[in-house]
């Protein structure tokens, strides 16, 4: 069986080495030695002077939220994991779909404008399989209008903007290490941003507002992750060139053998160092899509319809405007097994039954 994606699993006895000093210190979370140790790890890196470590991707695009006050509107991206969209509706907020731009998949700048109203508070977008938005244009919206950033940065570690980690834009970005994901902690999320301010507040957030034992500073929530988790990233990160580079080897050698007549590819944005966090293929139409994964799926292997349904036809939003990209886009494409131990000769069956 070949899946779409598996977890880079380290050498169990590195692991190993540091649950025990976990064990000897009986110390399980709470900011623990091995999570400072990671925010520290990390910090490096990506080059970053700050950044949260908390329990999931979710709950930092909630708390980034929540930490800019934002309640209203916010423009969005309706080709995107439901996390992007349920996150917005689960703080109170309404989500205002922007199409995308059917070359990058990203949210089109070039049509936020016209959504834009007194109540729009924000704009939350996903850098789309790792591939950065247009950055510039959506932060000169964003100041000529007075709206807050977010960059749901969830597919993008790894990912450099003109020389930069991709999690320095925007006025918050979040990102995930889920297991799934390119570099993964089991279970946990990120928060960078390059306000102190902000940063301060979301440490609050993301321990119950705890100031001490007896004071709170504000309303929050547990957002904390855990000694293991921690330990898992501390592993992984030692991996991070190697997964790196696998996945840019396996992604060309997609990219030289599909038929690029039959299917088109996803542009990635200028000035951008990729991180090849998926291989999305995109058919003439959804039977096409379909008759491909039906074929795969009978020699077991299991590609994904990322992201389907595109998120206005969620039952808990009000779909407005035209999506007629993202609906298209989300109908019609595939993300093909990637992988850090996906080997080459099922790459070429892989290759094989989608030019037939
Ligand atoms: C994975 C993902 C999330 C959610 O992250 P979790 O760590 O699973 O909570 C959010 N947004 C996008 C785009 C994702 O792919």
Known sequence: MIPVTRPFTPPIEEYQRLL??????????NNG??????????KKELGLRNLLY?????IAIQIAIKALSITKKVITTPFSYVATTSSLVWEGCTPVFVDIDPDTFNID?????????????AILATHCFGNPCDIDTIEKIAEKYGLKVIYDAAHCFGTKYKGKSIFNYGDISTTSFHATKLFHTIEGGGIFTPHLDLVKRMSYMRNFGHDGFHKFNGVGINGKNSEMHAAMGLVNLKYIDRILKRRREKSIFYRDRIDDSQFSFQKIENET???????PI????????????????????FPRRY???????LDY???????????????????????YELSKKDQILICNIINE
């Open 273 to 279: 160092e990729y991180n090849f966090s998926y291989f």
């Open 54 to 58: 908390v329990s999931n991707g979710t």
């Open 317 to 339: 939003v009000h779909n407005t405007g035209n999506l007629i990209n993202a609906e298209q886009i989300s109908r019609s494409i595939l993300c093909l097994p990637l992988f």
């Open 33 to 42: 030695p091995l999570v400072n140790e990671f925010e520290l790890n990390l």
């Open 20 to 29: 025990e000093g976990i064990w000897n210190r009986n110390w399980f979370t």
């Open 109 to 121: 700048p070039g049509k936020i404008e016209e959504c834009i109203d007194e109540d729009t508070e």
């Open 282 to 301: 995109v058919c003439k139409n959804e039977s096409e899509a379909l008759k491909v994964k039906n074929k795969l799926e009978r020699n077991n292997i």
């Open 307 to 313: 992201f389907y349904p595109s998120l206005n036809s």
